[in-house]
C-alpha cells in the first residue's frame, strides 16, 4: 500500500513537471533573447556571406539551444521526484530511467540538428558551430597536446583528436557550461592514460613546454 501511494505521488508530481514543461515551450521572452545572442554571437564568428543562410543557421543553433534545454528540464523534473519520493535501489533505477530516456531524446535531437546544419553549411563550418556550442575547447586542447608532446606521430595526434571531437558532441547537448567541461575532462583523462602507456611523463613533458614558451618569450 505504502508503494501504490508512492507511486501515485511520483506520478502526480511527474505530471506537474510535465504541465511546466509544456508551458515552457512559450519560452520566456528573456530566455529566448538570451539563446538568439548566443547563436548570433557563434555565426557572426563564421564566414557566412549569404545574409539569409546565416540568419536560417543562427534560428537552427537557437532553436537547439531550448530544444535541449526541454530535454534538461524533464529529466531534472523525474530525477528530482526520484529523490524525493524513493531511496536505494528504487531511485537508482528511477534515476537511471531518466537519464536514459533524456539521452535517447538527445541523440535524436543532435541527429536532427547536425543534418539541419549540413543543410546549409560546409563540414569545416559546422565544426565551427560545435566549437562555438562547446567553447573551442576541443581545437585548444588539441593545439596544447601538440606543443607539449612535439614529437607525436600522426596516428597518435589523430587519436587524440578522435577523442577530443567525440567529447565535443557529448558537450554539444550538455546544458551548462560545468557538464560541457566535464564531458571533456572524461576524455582528457582516456588520453592521459593512452599517452602514459606510450611512455610520455606528461608533467615533465609540460614543465618543458613552459620552459620553451618561456625561453621563445625572452628571445
Not at 35 to 40: F, G, H, L, P, S
Not at 71 to 92: F, L, P, V, W
Not at 93 to 99: H, W
Not at 124 to 146: L, R, S
Amino acid at each position: 500500500m505504502k508503494t501504490n501511494i508512492k507511486s501515485l505521488l511520483f506520478a502526480a508530481i511527474m505530471m506537474m513537471g510535465l504541465v511546466q514543461l509544456t508551458n515552457a515551450q512559450d519560452f520566456d521572452p528573456e530566455y529566448v533573447k538570451v539563446t538568439n545572442e548566443r547563436a548570433k554571437k557563434i555565426v557572426e564568428n563564421m564566414d557566412i556571406a549569404d545574409a539569409q543562410k546565416a540568419d536560417k543557421v543562427t534560428d537552427y543553433i537557437a532553436k537547439q539551444y531550448r530544444n535541449l534545454s526541454l530535454i534538461h528540464d524533464e529529466r531534472d523534473t523525474q530525477i528530482d521526484a526520484a529523490k524525493e519520493m524513493y531511496e536505494g535501489k528504487k531511485q537508482e533505477k528511477k534515476i537511471s530511467k531518466a537519464e536514459k530516456k533524456a539521452n535517447k531524446a538527445m541523440a535524436k535531437l543532435h541527429k536532427k540538428y547536425l543534418a539541419q546544419l549540413s543543410s546549409e553549411l560546409t563540414a569545416e563550418q559546422v565544426d565551427q558551430v560545435k566549437d562555438g556550442m562547446t567553447y573551442g575547447v576541443a581545437p585548444n586542447t588539441f593545439k596544447v597536446y601538440q606543443e607539449m608532446l612535439p614529437d607525436l606521430t600522426q596516428a597518435q595526434k589523430d587519436n587524440i583528436w578522435n577523442w577530443l571531437a567525440e567529447a565535443r558532441e557529448h558537450a554539444m547537448d550538455a546544458g551548462s557550461s560545468h557538464a560541457k567541461h566535464a564531458w571533456f575532462g572524461k576524455y582528457k583523462g582516456k588520453i592521459t592514460n593512452y599517452l602514459s602507456d606510450l611512455g610520455y611523463d606528461l608533467k615533465q613533458a609540460e614543465k618543458d613546454m613552459f620552459e620553451r614558451q618561456k625561453a621563445d618569450n625572452n628571445q
